[in-house]
């Protein structure tokens, strides 16, 4: 009979340890650790506070140093949409572009070497950061027709601006695959158990909107890079009616119609013409985008994760909403 030489107990503490053992799918980092990063990191003097300010797709901390504010951002993992580092240099190097072209955005700042990204390991894995200028102001509660104008108006600038920019990095592409089919197969079980007219509603708009993408011709300008996310959240007013556009972590290849739509829908009258005219002042939309602004905003409805079914069918009966989500 052989001996069996191995060590008495271990394959039941190897067995136990692996029981034990605790997945980390998210950590939160401590607002002291993040001001020392930022101290050691980059050329901006010694922070005086930072606290967070939001922990979502991604953790947001205030970081304050001799008066002057920043927003240092800490990437989350598993986000459909970024499949590694150089998907986010695509957005820094994005923003760097347009701020040099006078795009009133919140930029990210060189930490000492040189490089705008950094990484940490945290308990789930790498996580990648930046410090980002402070967008002034606060977020507006009802837009008047002024601030709607220049949210148009800005977004406009964003595309035009974007078409300058060779960018180094890829990127996703905002499509049917990305905008429709993939919500719709995380929707499917949903729908099938949903009220049998809300099911019919979705299932008409789907084949509506299909049919309408299959014709549409975007142009020349039509399709390139979008920011994707643009909603009150995303951007700031300060007191003389400037905007700041920040967080263009969805950012990527799409419609600009779609773009536009995605805030133009959820925005209500006479604000709603407005944010156009201000658009159109920039980039004036031909015919088959302006035939699509509705169309896209019942895409945009579907491509927003998480909305109940029920909920998600009354949107697409009238996508034209613009009250609390």
Not at 54 to 81: I, M
Not at 94 to 117: A, E, F, K, N
Not at 174 to 194: G, H, M, N, V
Not at 301 to 313: E, K, Y
Request: aromatic residues 10%.
């Amino acid at each position: 009979m052989a001996i069996d030489e191995r060590t008495p107990g271990t394959d039941a503490t190897a067995t136990a340890a692996s029981r034990n053992a605790v997945d980390i799918l998210y950590s939160m980092v401590d607002p002291k650790w993040v001001a020392r990063l930022v101290g050691d990191e980059y050329d901006v003097g010694v922070p005086d506070d930072c606290h967070l300010l939001f922990a979502g797709h991604n953790d947001t901390y205030e970081v304050s140093v001799g008066g002057r504010r920043y927003a240092f951002r800490l990437h989350t993992r598993g986000k459909w949409w970024l499949r590694g580092e150089s998907d986010v240099r695509f957005e820094l190097e994005l923003l760097t572009h347009l701020h040099l072209h006078g795009v009133p955005v919140s930029w990210p700042l060189p930490r000492c070497d040189g490089d705008l990204l950094g990484t940490i390991p945290a308990p789930e894995g790498e996580r990648f950061y930046s410090l980002f200028s402070w967008a002034p102001g606060a977020p507006p509660g009802k837009l008047t027709t002024d601030q709607a104008y220049v949210i148009g108006r800005t977004l406009a600038t964003i595309h035009v601006t974007a078409d300058l920019h060779t960018p180094k990095h890829p990127r996703y592409h905002l499509d049917e695959a990305t905008k429709l089919d993939r919500p719709l197969a995380e929707l499917d079980q949903a729908i099938r158990s949903a009220h049998p007219d809300d099911a019919q509603t979705i299932g008409h708009y789907v084949a509506e909107i299909r049919e309408h993408l299959a014709a549409f011709d975007p142009g020349p300008t039509g399709w390139g890079i979008v920011h994707a996310d643009i909603q009150p959240l995303n951007y700031h007013f300060d007191a003389d009616g400037n905007v700041t556009i920040f967080d263009f972590d969805m950012c990527g290849y799409g419609w600009r119609a779609y773009d536009l739509a995605y805030c133009y829908t959820r925005t209500g009258d006479p604000q709603r013409s407005a944010m156009l005219d201000g658009y159109q002042s920039v980039r004036p939309l031909s015919d088959a985008e302006h035939s699509m602004l509705t169309t896209f905003g019942r895409l945009a409805w579907i491509a927003h994760d998480g909305r109940p079914v029920a909920r998600l069918a009354q949107l697409l009966r009238d996508p034209y909403y613009s009250g609390s989500l």
